[in-house]
């Protein structure tokens, strides 16, 4: 039994199995990747070594949670999870002033907090954070990482997990592998995707598509020697070439030095775009899902407590690719998201309904992260052939959306502002604050049962639902953030406000939106947490025949709970033959009253119905 490259390894058997098992999966998966680079051996070598040295680093604390997800893999589908994300300095004015408001996420529900980027970051623009000068140092104005620990920590204590983000498509062009990279020192050069001539950059852009075309067009910026570098996103995001075996275990360091501080679930941003290949859209290429297995395996022996959450904003096939117990456990899940929105704004639920009867199901051991809205901009990703199928031309219905919600559309309740107007594709999203895209600035009467139906969506179609942060006091856009220069040439900034002081400290006022808003949550989020229905992601499509309201059912072991929604902005009848099965006495639970389905049905305009046997 004694093999010493376990010395120190503590916890001998398990980390034994563990490095043998998932050390093989990783030398095999690096295999596949790097075929016969000739760095590999050094790379599988290093990276395994890394591995060990994490697990010998990690703190007695965190093996504690290592062992107790290990004994229940299952823990995130639980249906008292409950996720919210906030930036640290606008919502509590750093990482110490998080800790503060334990107490409020504790009123509130939360068992898991994702802190938007807090590392590192060049002066002026840097992407909300998300152009990473150094993964090991936070942005001083923000707090240290001895700040982030203990948050981490305190958040642990009370039973909330600490998400943040692995921003590992690319870094800062300030961070020193880059700097050294543009000083010329090819070790690093190779670290990046740079040439000294257009040819290549000429090549890949024949395919690939414009992110942030108001930043610059195509893939690639040229920097003042005249060399070019791929950059997907900003001219200040330099994308990371994976291509070579010795980025993958610079970036394994980096990441078990983040699971090491007490990150429990990593969000994996911008997971299509880690791997390029000419001739091709360089966005969910086979490899890109290899290199996030292989990170999955570093971590399932050092850190296996810690979850990837796959952000991959894209066709609903390729968000799909990234779901799987050993690569992504989680993933978000743009397409409800999308969805929702769509179905509020055309009054019509058939493409939600479709989305949820065909595309909602997950391999066991997996699970959605349901959001209303991100930090970012809304994109309108679902699929082509889907709205086909309903009669419904795509790119007409993205201009419909992007018309309607950022208040272009005659009679739209929506105060949202477009972002990333392409004019050579006639591609745009949308930014804005869910309150004042669904009506509450504008002063609609619909406005706050809408933002209640959206967020019941979220709640109860299975996985972690996420809520952004001051969204369930109902903030509004906050245009002010577009005053500093760095922040005006992007309106994703509109949705992303301030602490909205006012409307918290008006929280328990019934007599305030912000009062309505947050009661009515809270009784949803109770409701969430006393059912067991809405654990796991099981789910039935129940076809209503009326195209105002969706249905599905959450089955359990005591009966489902029906869920009922009325998108419209009137009265509308389900018949009774789509309820026929759903004969007896039932209970609505977000009114409290005795209802029965069989006979069919009336709900009030924007009405949600959960529905249980009583
Ligand atoms: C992500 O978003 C982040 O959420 C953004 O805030 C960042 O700006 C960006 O990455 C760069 O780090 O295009 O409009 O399919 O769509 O990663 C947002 C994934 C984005 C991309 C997504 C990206």
């Known amino acids: 039994m004694t093999d010493e490259r376990f010395d120190g390894l503590g916890d001998g058997t398990d980390f034994e199995s563990r490095f043998r098992v998932e050390g093989r999966r990783l030398t095999r998966l690096l295999g596949e990747i790097y075929g016969d680079h000739p760095a590999l051996a050094e790379a599988e070598e290093a990276a395994l070594g890394l591995a060990r040295t994490s697990w010998r680093e990690r703190s007695a604390d965190l093996r504690d949670l290592d062992r107790r997800r290990l004994a229940d893999p299952g823990w995130f589908q639980s249906n008292d999870m409950l996720g919210g994300f906030c930036y ?48 090991r140092e936070l942005d001083p104005r923000l707090g240290t990482m001895a700040d982030l620990r203990r948050l981490g920590e305190a958040l642990r204590g009370e039973g909330i997990s600490l998400a943040v983000d692995f921003v590992f498509n690319h870094t800062a062009s300030d961070h020193e592998w880059a700097r050294r990279a543009a000083a010329g020192d090819p070790v690093f050069r190779d670290f990046y995707w740079m040439f000294d001539s257009r040819d290549q950059p000429d090549a890949f852009e024949a395919t690939t598509r414009e992110i942030f075309p108001d930043d610059h067009p195509g893939s690639f910026v040229q920097l003042d020697d005249g060399t ?105 899940n743009p397409l409800q998201m999308a969805l929702t929105w769509e179905a509020l704004a055309t009054r019509d639920v058939r493409l939600l309904q479709s989305a949820l009867a ?61 972002f990333q107007f392409n004019p050579k594709t006639g591609d745009s999203r949308v930014s804005g604050a869910t309150a004042s895209l669904l009506g509450l600035e504008s002063g609609d009467a619909g406005a706050l049962d809408r933002i209640l139906l959206a967020y019941s969506l979220a709640l109860s179609t ?64 109770a409701l969430r947490k006393q059912y067991a229905q809405f654990a796991g992601g099981e789910l039935r499509a129940l076809e209503t025949g009326n ?62 119905w959960w529905v249980v046997r009583p």
């Not at 980096?254 to 775009?273: H, K, S, T, Y």
């Not at 009669?391 to 919600?405: E, P, Q, T």
């Open 88 to 135: 640290a300095d606008l919502y509590a004015g750093g990482i110490a002033g998080l800790r503060e408001r334990i107490p409020y996420f504790r009123e509130l529900g939360l068992t898991y907090l994702h802190v938007m980027p807090p590392f590192a970051v060049p002066e002026g623009n840097s992407d909300g954070g998300y152009a990473v000068s150094s993964y």
């Open 228 to 332: 070019w570098v791929w950059a997907s996103f900003h001219s200040f995001q330099w994308d990371l070439n994976y291509s070579n075996p010795a980025v993958f275990v610079a970036m394994a360091g980096e990441m078990l030095f983040l699971a090491n501080q007490g990150v429990e679930v990593l969000r994996m941003d911008a997971v299509p775009f880690i791997w390029k290949q000419l001739g091709t859209s360089s966005e969910n290429l086979p490899q890109a899902h290899l290199l996030l297995q292989a990170f999955n395996a570093i971590c399932r022996i050092a850190a296996p407590a810690m979850l990837f959450l796959s952000e991959a904003i894209v066709h609903p096939d390729d968000v799909l690719g990234y779901v799987r117990p050993d690569e992504c456990q989680l993933s978000y």
């Open 358 to 418: 065909e595309r909602h199901a997950l391999p066991a051991g997996t699970a959605w992260v349901n959001y209303v809205r991100s930090h970012d901009d809304i994109g309108w990703t679902f699929a082509d052939e889907d709205a086909a199928r309903l009669g419904i031309d795509a790119y007409g219905h993205r201009r419909f959306l992007n018309d309607y919600y950022t208040g272009r559309f005659e009679g739209s309740f929506a105060r949202g502002v477009a």
């Open 462 to 525: 299975g996985g972690i639902p996420l809520i952004f942060l001051g969204d369930e006091v109902g903030q509004l856009n906050d245009y002010s953030q577009l005053e500093l220069p760095e922040r005006a040439g992007d309106s994703r900034w509109v949705g992303r406000p301030r602490y909205p002081a006012r409307k918290y400290a008006e929280r328990s006022d019934p007599s305030t939106d912000a009062g309505r808003v947050y009661s009515r949550m809270r009784r949803l989020i």
């Open 547 to 608: 195209r105002r309201v969706l249905g599905y059912e959450r089955p359990g072991p005591d009966g489902p709970v029906v869920v009922l929604a009325n998108v419209g902005d009137d009265l509308e009848h389900v018949e009774p033959e789509a309820l026929a099965e759903l004969g007896g006495e039932w209970t609505e639970l977000i009114s409290r009253r005795p209802v029965e389905l069989q006979g069919g049905v009336t709900l009030a305009a924007h009405e949600v």
